[in-house]
């Protein structure tokens, strides 16, 4: 069973940093692409950041140059490295990841998305989320 177990969120001041693991277990294979999503109260769930089986990268308009994703092979960890943390990245954050190639398929529509921030239908295993809460 894939299980993602997601960890470091906490309460911080704006300005500060977090790091967020993601740590993955029951893997068949090395995914197709991770990422990092966030749903703040009342709104819809955001793809934040991805990476890509060839280390590829994308991030939401709102998170680059503060956000950075990376993981470590041997230890099966997805990390994301969040500086500059503003009232508006309080949120639910989730791990996640693709299994079946999700992410390859699609038009040319859905893959010009895919260039612009990680898109929900393009992943089928979840982790429960960890809050990041920051205050002004």
């Known amino acids: 069973e894939v299980q993602l177990v997601e960890s470091g969120g906490g309460s911080v001041q704006s300005g500060g940093s977090l790091r967020l693991s993601c740590q993955a277990s029951g893997l068949p294979y090395s995914p197709y692409l991770m990422a990092w999503f966030r749903q703040a109260p009342g709104k819809e769930r955001e793809g934040v950041a991805s990476l890509d089986h060839d280390g590829s990268t994308v991030y939401t308009e709102s998170v680059k140059g503060r956000f950075t994703i990376s993981q470590d092979n041997m230890k099966k960890t997805l990390y994301l490295q969040m500086n500059s943390l503003q009232p508006e990245d309080t949120a639910v954050y989730y791990c996640?990841?693709?299994?079946?190639?999700?992410?390859?398929?699609?038009?040319?529509?859905?893959?010009?998305?895919?260039?612009?921030?990680?898109?929900?239908?393009?992943?089928?295993?979840w982790g429960q989320g960890t809050q990041v809460t920051v205050s002004s």
């Open positions: 996640a990841a693709d299994l079946e190639g999700l992410s390859r398929l699609g038009d040319i529509g859905v893959q010009r998305q895919r260039r612009l921030k990680p898109i929900q239908s393009d992943f089928s295993n």
